[in-house]
């Protein structure tokens, strides 16, 4: 075995012992997800023969680098959050696909509200949000209490893991130096088949999961009224509430204008000077996700906030921005890890030892992704954990789409909600499940769905582009 071999090696037990010790520390300790990429980071640069003050300054140079791609999109993205939060345009989407869409339709309205709407607001809060429609919808349309809020949680989880500005995949596009408007287009891509995958299991088996806790407990989760009476309460409080166009222009601007940007970046790319130079600066400037998520959250703060005082108003957006401190940490300290991992050349070996491999480089990123999420719970420490560690490595290898690659870390970590999973907890309490087995096929199952139907979709995605 000659010297190179050797170093190689070491570097792979370092790494994979780095990584031991960050999932250890993470679901075992006090040592929080940042400090431990962090010490992750520095243990696979010294395994790999780095000099201890280069592995420190690759940890600083890549932090820095990942949160100046991205730190400002998530700080702004979760200021126009909380207004949409606060304001009740979220509510104001939800009774609007309601209506539309008409009675029998309620779950796929409400699916449809959570895919737009947890674009921007964190899944969380969304789902507390929209909770109490959910439980006036199952009284007042005899539909399954469990349908509609598994239905809805559905759809809220499923772009909350693939949709930038959503904290996850922004840290992944960041990490993988992908366009953010390409991966906002293939995340709703990739997750809308997943949606429809998760509303159609709420469909069918939220009525028997009800049926079974009531049958186990003697629980009746779903007391049912008159249609017509929710149409009455939803006309009292939706006069409460912003006009629909307002309420969701905050969101579909940014989109639009970042889409605009790619578009027209790719014309100029494969047919240059079809478009006139000054439209194409003009729309790199507010298409570019900062300038367009800024002009989303003027728009949120002078249409929806504008009942407000001033000081109600920078209030709610300093709370988005206190949620987002530690979201803008782990991002960073991800993009430290995969830093060192590319300074060191361990993302270079791993590459050449994976191209061998009878798998599709693809999968690599969303297995990480899976197993990390697994074992940890948490989506987002997952997403970065995939990205760090995978996108050095893709980086090494030949024609690797980045942004499906990102979108595999992102998606990856749809995988089996469970007991180490914030939102798994929320999804069940607020609808009132208690028993474990009852939680698993009310949430665990969905998910696991969602993430089988999205591996599908990337592997075909990726077979095609």
Known sequence: MNGLEASEIGALVGLTAAVALLIFFVIRTKIHAVLALVIAASIAGLAAGMAPDAVIQAITTSFGSTLGTIGLVIGMGVMMGRILEVSGAAEKLAYSLIRVLGKGKEEWALAGAGFVISIPIFVDSA??????????????????????????????VVTHHAVPPTPGPL??????????????????????????????????????????????TGERLSPAEAFGEFQERAAVRERELPGLFISILPILLPI?????????????????????????STLAFIGNPVIALLLGVLVAIYGLARNQSRQE?????????????????VTGAGGALGGVLRESGTAESIGQAVAGLPLPTILIPFVIATIVRLIQGSGTVAIITSASISAPILAAMPDVNMVL???????GSLFF?????????????????????????????????????????????????
Do not use: C
């Open 256 to 280: 639009v204008l970042i889409f605009l940007n790619t578009f027209s970046a790719t014309m100029v790319e494969n047919n240059e000077g079809a478009l006139p130079a000054g439209l194409v």
């Open 171 to 216: 840290g992944a596009a960041g990490i993988f130096d992908v366009n953010v408007g390409e991966m906002i287009l293939w995340g709703l891509i990739l997750s809308f088949p997943a949606m429809i995958a998760v509303t159609l299991y709420a469909k069918v088996m939220g009525p028997k999961i009800e049926a079974m806790i009531e049958r186990d």
């Open 417 to 465: 909600g469970y007991f180490n999973d914030s939102f798994f907890w929320v999804v069940n309490r607020m609808l009132g499940i208690k028993n474990a087995k009852h939680q698993i096929l009310a949430w665990s199952i969905p998910t696991t769905i969602a993430w089988a139907t999205t591996l599908v979709a990337l592997l075909i995605a990726n077979a095609l582009v």
């Open 127 to 156: 789902f507390v949000i929209l909770q109490p429609l959910v439980r006036s919808l199952a009284r007042t349309s005899r539909r399954s209490i469990l349908t509609l809020g598994i239905a809805l949680a559905g759809g809220l």
């Open 405 to 411: 690659a990102a979108q595999a870390a992102a998606l």
């Open 313 to 329: 108003t920078l209030d709610d957006m300093e709370f988005g921005v206190q949620s987002a401190g530690i979201i803008l940490l």
